[in-house]
T-cell receptor, first 118, second 112 residues
């Protein structure tokens, strides 16, 4: 159980275009989804936290107008990188949790999406 | 000072060795402690989950939490080349929001 999928797994795009990444919880309802960014040989950097049906909470330094997050259902969240530039090239990983607001629960990670902006 | 400190390694051991991976932390509010394994270009996968202090064993893996010292460990017995990966510790608690904080990850190489 607790499987999270991401699509696409790998994407190459031209500078200035937008890219959408999907994150799905396949066998549980995810009240909270997280989006991370990871540079080579570095740890996970939390970008934003999203709860189903409400606006995402972005971490300091993350541009909410550039990284659009939508969490429209309990099984799907999307991250759209708008007007992508080469410096946005990175490994983007989502995770999902079934926790409520009163306690924490484990995060289950997707396999990641490698974005390369030319 | 980072909330969670983890030596990035790399750590190289021969096959069959006992591996000890560690993290220290500064926030005494942390109550939930996790270890994740991440293979290259893959998402992290949960290995161990522990609440509060104590030990937890699962096959070749043992997680230890010492809240008095703010120190957690992951032991891998009879290490195998397939254990070669990056191991991330993570922790959370009622720190004014249940945000999970990750360590930097330790890269482990198990040589055949």
């Amino acid at each position: 159980g607790a499987v999270v999928s991401q699509h696409p797994s790998w994407v190459i795009c031209k500078s200035g275009t937008s890219v959408k990444i999907e994150c799905r919880s396949l066998d549980f309802q995810a009240t909270t989804m997280f989006w991370y960014r990871q540079f080579p040989k570095q740890s996970l950097m939390l970008m934003a936290t999203s709860n189903e049906g409400s606006k995402a909470t972005y971490e300091q330094g993350v541009e909410k107008d550039k990284f659009l997050i939508n969490h429209a259902s309990l099984t799907l969240s999307t991250l759209t990188v708008t007007s992508a530039h080469p410096e946005d090239s990175s490994f983007y990983i989502c995770s999902a949790s079934s926790s409520g607001t009163s306690r924490t629960d484990t995060q289950y990670f997707g396999p990641g999406t490698r974005l390369t902006v030319l | 000072q980072k909330e969670v400190e983890q030596d990035p390694g790399p750590l190289s051991v021969p096959e069959g060795a006992i591996v000890s991976l560690n993290c220290t932390y500064s926030n005494s509010a942390f109550q939930y402690f996790m270890w994740y394994r991440q293979y290259s270009r893959k998402g992290p996968e949960l290995l161990m989950y522990t609440y509060s202090s104590g030990n937890k064993e699962d096959g070749r893996f043992t997680a230890q939490v010492d809240k008095s010292s703010k120190y957690i460990s992951l032991f891998i017995r009879d290490s195998q080349p397939s254990d070669s990966a990056t191991y991330l510790c993570a922790m959370s608690g009622n720190t004014g929001g249940f945000k999970t904080i990750f360590g930097a990850g330790t890269r482990l190489f198990v040589k055949a």
